[in-house]
């Protein structure tokens, strides 16, 4: 998001109705982009509980500049807008409303948001036999594309049959191809011939375990699936396609290209793939949680600490030393003796690099010199809150005394260690203060005394 302070008499305001919106990821999406994007626009939740067409009216003379529609006014707010896109049309619902200067159109970005997050992994539903699961609104979404793509065949499953021929009967309307409409114990009719399957149902979301179809031979015709649900990351739909061996992703991108889509009607940006990659990486880090990076010298208790943190969060653990070597099947040692100080520093700023992008909910413990690349430090704050462990000489020297797996550290006798210790301490103190959010003082504190502070 902009900085609140720069809002100003000629910022403009996007923003979502819907009931509830106390949850939605919306403003993380379009907030992003306004800030890479260089737009003076803030976007804001609106709950509005009833009369969603008086609120649509009240957007529009209020000067808002674009909506976003969610449940349950999907339906409800047609009748305030001044026109409807066709596929909305098809669809019977838009959640995104563009402003023109008769009033609000509305769009319906889902299916082309859909059809964006299955491109983005090289799938097109046009030919293909197309399995949805599911007959609720977000069925329709993934149902018209499918018949808008030509798939060669469309099945439509769902526990009440009747959700599933009334979807298939609207589609009749406006499509010559027709959906096969299903009970959950007719799925055998549906041929076995290699199938993308979409998962629409809410099965999956926290407290609704299970299958829409238990039967896992059921799913081996898959040769892709795609999970609406994002949160849990592995639904037991995308668990068991993984157990399969089957490509398959969460609809945490769908959710993605959908606001994507509404952004660019807003405000006739394209919005590249490196820049939606990086609005991923917010999303990701906004549902499954935030990374943490401990820096400092060796010895500071970055491993002990990391782990113990990590356990006690429920958060993932890994220190960057140990992956680093376990990708290149070589010690550091080795690749200090080898190649160099510099080709050592290069791997880590590549691997940083991609944690910066991928990493969710982990503890990381980074190496001790990792800090001392300006790139490595920004890369970091865009990875996580950085905590540096800060420890005294004679602390260091007590830990690191045993150890002989520390390249830096080779030297003749316990006075020649204390002296680049501190010698090392003295180089590096300003860059690891440069690179912290935190510093925690860990000197005659217990583990549990330094998780409490972190
Ligand atoms: P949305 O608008 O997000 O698609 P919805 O309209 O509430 O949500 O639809 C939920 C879908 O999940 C429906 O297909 C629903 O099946 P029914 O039409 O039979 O209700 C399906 N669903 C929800 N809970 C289910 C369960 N326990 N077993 C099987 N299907 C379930």
């Known amino acids: 998001m902009m900085d609140i302070h720069e809002i100003s008499g000629t910022t403009e305001v996007l923003g979502l109705i819907g009931n509830p919106v106390a949850h939605t990821l919306s403003p993380v999406i379009h907030n992003t982009l306004s800030e890479k994007l260089k737009r003076n626009m803030v976007y804001l939740p609106f709950p509005v509980k009833e009369d969603p067409v008086q ?50 159109q509305g769009y319906n970005t889902d299916m082309p948001g859909l059809k964006r997050a299955l491109a983005q992994k090289g799938i097109s539903l046009s030919g293909k036999q197309v399995v949805i699961l599911g007959a609720g609104g977000a069925s329709r ?18 526990r009440t049959k009747e959700k599933a021929e009334a979807i298939a009967d609207d589609m009749k ?15 055998g009719r549906i041929p ?36 609406l649900v994002y949160n849990p990351a592995e639904t037991p739909f995308l668990k068991l396609f993984n157990e399969l061996g089957i490509p398959c992703d969460n609809g945490l991108t769908m959710l993605l290209y959908q606001g994507i889509i509404a952004y660019e009607l807003w405000t006739g940006e394209t919005v590249t793939n490196e820049m939606a990659a990086e609005v991923l990486v917010r999303l990701r880090r906004k549902v499954y949680g935030g990374n943490i990076l ?19 969060n429920g958060m993932n653990f890994l220190d960057t030393d140990i992956e680093i070597e376990k990708e290149q099947g070589c010690s550091i040692r080795r ?15 590549a691997y940083l690099d991609r944690l910066s992008k991928n990493a969710v909910k982990t503890v990381i413990a980074t190496g001790g010199g990792m800090v001392l690349r300006r790139k490595n430090r920004e890369l970091m704050k865009n990875t996580g809150k950085v905590v540096l462990l800060s420890a005294s000489e004679e602390t260091t020297f007590q830990r690191v005394k045993q150890d002989t797996g520390r390249p830096l550290l080779d030297s003749e006798g316990e006075s020649e260690l204390k002296a680049r210790i501190s010698r090392m301490m003295a180089a590096r103190s300003a860059a690891y203060q440069a ?15 330094i998780l409490e502070e972190i």
């Open 55 to 104: 609120a649509v009216r009240g957007a529009f003379h209020l000067g808002i500049r674009g909506m976003n529609v969610t449940v349950p006014h999907k339906t409800t707010v047609i009748p305030a807008l001044s026109g409807i896109d066709p596929a909305a049309e098809v669809i019977g619902a838009v959640n995104t409303l563009v402003r023109t200067d008769e009033g609000f």
């Open 141 to 158: 979404a993934a149902a018209a594309l499918a018949l808008f793509e030509r798939a060669s065949g469309v099945y439509l499953i769902n």
């Open 173 to 187: 309307k406006h499509f010559d191809d027709h959906i096969i409409p299903l009970a959950r114990d007719e799925y």
């Open 192 to 227: 076995e011939k290699p199938s993308i399957f979409i998962q629409c149902t809410s099965l999956g979301l926290k407290g609704k375990e299970g299958l829409l179809i238990e039967d896992r031979d059921f799913y081996r015709r898959a040769e892709y699936g795609y999970d």
């Open 294 to 312: 401990l820096v400092g010298y060796m010895g500071s208790g970055k491993s002990t600490a990391g782990k113990a943190l990590a356990e006690r």
């Open 335 to 349: 690749i200090f003796e080898e190649k160099g100080e510099e080709v050592f520093r290069d791997i880590e700023t």
């Open 435 to 449: 690179a912290a959010d935190q510093v925690v003082e860990t000197d005659g504190k217990t583990v549990d005394e």
